[in-house]
């Protein structure tokens, strides 16, 4: 957006707590993000009360600073009324913006509080400019782009998105794209998409290695450049971290945007105290993929963070400008000038005074009492009658009621809340069976008589199945290579796609496919599966994260994956890659053995990108009582790394109802 370049970024900083939030004004932020005390991805900071959401934003208005709330986890049906609820006491208690992920909930929002500002949560696996036009279709004035984008990517997707990019400049990272991590909730029933990963990517693998655990994104070496480039808001990680991290993270950032420079060597040394797991990585940014990024918290990085100073409070003051005027047979004025904000309030008419009247001291003096407030007079004019008297206490009634005017002021306005009718109406079900597959050779004879629509990825798509699988992740930078493998695709036969994101609903219907909503939509309510159903998506594939119930009340032409190793990560870089090429991941026999002995398969996707598997499949055939009981009649089955004969034998397995005779993952009831 070419008139973003004209000012710089927004510096956006976290806060957990009350102490944290204090602790960002003091370091120069300009909005911070922040959690009420449910529905957000970090339920375990401490988040903040309505009450105290409400005094949160007082005060950060008060200093010029924008609040934006965190309502960003996957809801459920039964969840999304109270999810409306909470952005309309949200945006009741004045907050600027909502940071959402879960699309239902957005829409729901859009439609009842359409004058409320949403941006899209980086949980939406938002990285191109494709879903930033779609988002920007939908009342969304913001996208978080995911932090794997590289520099060049990231000059594309601010060239052509039409709305403002917001881009993670230092803290955690995780391994895994936002919003496609499941690891912690298949495996140990903790959803990150919930806000309570339990963080398996920093336990160790093998032979006692950390495969997963990066080091902590610091993209301050860079911040001339990306000024140069029109982000519109860079981003502290942080909202589980101390007051003391937050105030000198954002007080080191504050200067290099006033100074538009890269960080020195002492400000990388205050960022490494602050937090670090052995340093800082760029790597995504720079596109230096390799195990250079990698890192973990050690003791010595601790001990640093130990010595930092304690945070005393917020000491910063607003100066305002005074006027007031005490004169003879007029009430009272008393006026309070902050920027360009301008209130005056009124008071009593003064009376004639007997003995001792009041003086230009005495106004000053009491009306510059300014107390436990934000406040402090920089310059005060007063004009005082001579003769006159007026109580203190009514001077003091004044400045109580000319700082309650200009908080008021600093306010965004009321929005209108507008009724809302929820989805209930869905597609009648079907009975149906799909399949995807990781590569031609699995696609037996018996696979083609029992699947109504097979799907192959798209970069080894060949005309034994009917419909190609996405990539998990397409970049502004591949959009083009995406496109022509999709028209190659549909030359050879290919009819539908299996679409997991947003932005790639449109590069699927150019290339004249059906689109097929697949399970990286992150669909788990109604409201998700209609809005994707009115763009033209069929057959959605709802969130292997929903149990039984919660897939049945959902329903209608949706499917459901009944048997597959579920994907728990996707990963930008290669777990295996050294300096000897990439030989287990070539051949498809990289995997990771965690602490208890489980074998997670690790296979390739297009362009290099790793994708992690669930040490166990989810099997259902011996359950068919269950699925006819929750109505779950269209099935999606997930191929990754069976052979053909194992392919066949999950197939009889389903025709006989009976069970897999190994290990498996259930869907919850």
């Known amino acids: ?129 494709e879903m930033a036009k779609q988002l920007q279709s ?10 794997e984008i590289s520099e060049e990517n990231l000059k594309l997707l601010l060239q052509n998105s039409p709305i403002e990019t917001e881009l993670f400049v230092h803290g955690a990272l995780c391994v895994c794209h936002s919003g496609q991590c499941l690891f912690s909730s298949m495996v140990g029933g903790r959803s990150g998409n919930r806000g309570e990963c339990a963080q398996p990517c920093r336990l160790p693998y093998g032979n006692g290695s950390y495969p997963l655990s990066l080091k902590d994104l610091s993209l301050a070496n860079h911040i001339p450049k990306l000024i140069s480039l029109g982000v519109s808001s860079l981003k502290i990680e942080g909202r589980m971290k101390s007051p003391e991290y937050v105030r000198d993270v954002t007080a080191v950032f504050r200067r290099l945007l006033d ?113 436990g407030t934000p406040y402090q007079i920089a310059n005060a004019t007063v004009t005082v009658d001579e003769g006159v008297m007026l109580p203190i206490s009514r001077l ?31 597609p009648a079900p079907k009975d ?31 005309p034994l199945a009917d419909g190609v699988v996405l990539p998990a992740v ?83 032409g949706s499917q459901t994956i009944v048997y597959g190793r579920i994907p728990l990560m996707t990963l930008e870089r290669c777990i295996s890659k050294s300096k000897d090429g990439c030989r287990l991941c070539e051949q498809g026999k990289q995997v990771l053995i965690d602490r208890k002995g489980a074998v997670f398969p690790v296979l390739r996707e297009q362009d290099h990108r790793n994708i992690v598997y669930n040490s166990l499949p989810t099997a259902m055939p011996d359950r068919m009582d269950q699925l006819a009981k929750y109505q779950i009649r269209s099935w999606h089955f997930l191929f990754s790394v069976e052979t053909p004969e194992e392919v066949d034998s999950v197939i009889r397995a389903y025709q006989k109802g009976m069970p897999l005779g190994r290990q498996v993952r259930r869907i919850g009831s």
């Not at 009350?18 to 401490?46: F, K, S, V």
């Not at 990286?520 to 069929?538: D, K, P, V």
Request: net charge neutral; hydrophobic share 40%; charged share 25%.
């Open 138 to 147: 939908l009342g969304f004035s913001r996208m978080v782009a995911a932090r």
């Open 474 to 556: 397409i970049f502004d930078g591949e959009i083009p290579k995406v496109r022509r493998q999709l028209q190659l695709a549909k030359e050879q036969g290919a009819k539908w796609a299996l679409v997991g994101n947003l932005g790639y609903l449109k590069l699927a219907q150019d290339a004249g496919l059906t689109p097929v909503g697949d399970y990286r939509l992150n669909i788990t309510n109604r409201e998700s599966a209609a809005f994707y159903r009115s763009l033209g998506l069929e057959d959605p594939v709802l969130s292997p994260e929903l149990t039984l119930p919660q897939l049945r009340d959902i329903g209608g």
């Open 259 to 371: 100074e538009e420079r890269a960080a020195n060597a002492r400000e990388m040394q205050i960022l490494t105290d602050a937090f670090s797991r052995q340093g800082f990585t760029d790597g995504y940014f720079t596109g230096k993929l390799d195990s250079s990024m990698l890192g973990v918290r050690r003791e010595a990085d601790k001990e640093s963070s130990r010595r930092v100073l304690s945070f005393a409070g917020l000491a910063k003051k607003v100066e305002l400008d005074l006027a007031a005027k005490i004169c003879r047979e007029k009430p009272a004025t008393m006026t309070l000038k902050n920027g360009d904000l301008t209130v005056t309030v009124s008071g009593e008419v003064p009376q004639a005074a007997k003995t001792a009247p009041l003086t230009k001291e005495d106004v000053v003096r009491s009306l510059s009492r300014m107390g």
């Open 1 to 129: 957006m070419n008139d973003q370049k004209l000012k710089k970024p927004e510096l956006l900083c976290p806060a957990g707590s009350a102490p944290a939030l204090d602790a960002a004004i003091e370091g120069g932020a300009n909005a911070i993000y922040l959690g009420g005390t449910a529905m957000n991805a970090r339920i375990h900071a401490g988040n903040f009360t309505p009450v105290a959401l409400r005094e949160a934003v007082k005060k950060a208005h008060a200093y010029g600073v924008k609040i934006y709330l965190t309502l960003n986890t996957l809801v459920t049906d039964y969840e999304l009324p109270a999810f409306l609820e909470a952005a309309w006491d949200a945006s009741e208690a004045g907050v600027d913006a909502l940071i959402v992920a879960d699309i239902g909930g957005a829409v729901a929002i859009h439609r009842a509080i359409p004058d409320l500002e949403l941006h899209a949560s980086t949980q939406m696996s938002g990285h191109n400019s």
């Open 396 to 426: 003091n009634d004044l400045r109580r009621r000319a700082v309650e005017a200009l908080d008021r002021a600093q306010m965004p306005p009321k929005r209108e809340r507008l009724p809302i009718t929820w989805h209930t109406e869905t």
């Open 432 to 462: 149906c069976r799909t399949a995807r597959f990781y590569r031609p050779e699995q696609i037996t004879q018996q696979a083609r008589d029992y699947f109504e629509r097979i799907f192959l990825p798209l970069d080894v798509y060949a």
